[in-house]
């Protein structure tokens, strides 16, 4: 009876593994410009990467199968990247402007935001490595809000103090940014393939021919 109930808890533990549940190494079908690799371990863990353009990332966690769809989620759950207002300094030469850089002082360019006012149409833009100005004249800016394109980072709304001559420093801190946050991400099957439902698309994933 003990070594029955051994086997039952073992089973418990482990996910279902019926043929309808694929198991192996799969790469990406989508074309020379996007490298990603998958692979459905039988021990219920899976390993990702996907290299696409500007994305690296890359994710290691658990697996659950019902009904041939499989459900990926991290562990640990990565702690997102975050914009912080680190300082604001006065008497600058340019009525307004900003910077975002990483942890080590580094700018970060290219990243999008978007400025408001107490009236009329807000102004948006991209970051460059040393910064951005502007001079509104008439105008003056209330808030500021930050969006990194490539992770989909994205700020609270930023209040902006109310003079000229000043200049935010914003830092984007990394924290696990380039670690996929899949919570029950959905891969599916269709036509032979592996669909793996992220980043608002599907990826197809064909089993790579040194796979189990």
Same mark, same amino acid.
């Given at each position: 009876m003990k070594w029955a109930l051994g086997l039952l808890l073992l089973g418990l533990a482990m996910p279902a593994a019926a043929a309808d549940c694929p198991t192996g190494r799969f790469r990406a079908a989508a074309g020379p410009d996007v490298a990603s690799g998958l692979e459905i371990g039988k021990d219920g863990h899976f390993r990702y990467f996907l290299s696409m353009g500007a994305v690296d990332e890359g994710a290691e966690g658990v697996w659950t199968c019902d009904k041939g769809t499989l459900k990926l989620t991290t562990q640990p759950t990565p702690k997102p990247a975050a914009f912080r207002l680190d300082k604001v300094t006065d008497g600058e030469e340019a009525p307004f402007s900003l910077v975002v850089t990483w942890p080590n002082g580094q700018g970060v360019p290219a990243v999008d935001f978007r400025i408001?006012? =107490?009236? +009329?149409?807000? #102004?948006?833009?991209?970051?460059?490595?040393? +910064? &951005? =100005?502007?001079? $509104?004249?008439?105008? &003056?800016?209330?808030? #500021?809000? $930050?969006?990194?394109? $490539?992770?989909?980072?994205?700020?609270?709304?930023?209040?902006?103090?109310?003079?000229?001559?000043?200049?935010?420093?914003? #830092?984007?801190?990394?924290?696990?940014?380039?670690? =996929?946050? $899949?919570?029950?991400?959905? #891969?599916?099957?269709?036509?032979?393939?592996?669909i793996l439902h992220w980043r608002g698309g599907k990826l197809p994933y064909a089993r790579d021919e040194d796979g189990e």
């Open positions: 408001d006012f =107490a009236s +009329g149409e807000p #102004v948006t833009g991209y970051t460059q490595q040393d +910064g &951005w =100005a502007r001079d $509104f004249e008439d105008r &003056w800016p209330t808030g #500021v809000q $930050f969006a990194e394109p $490539f992770y989909g980072t994205e700020s609270a709304l930023l209040p902006i103090p109310q003079r000229r001559g000043i200049r935010l420093h914003i #830092v984007l801190e990394p924290n696990d940014m380039g670690k =996929a946050a $899949f919570d029950d991400t959905l #891969v599916t099957q269709e036509d032979g393939k592996l």
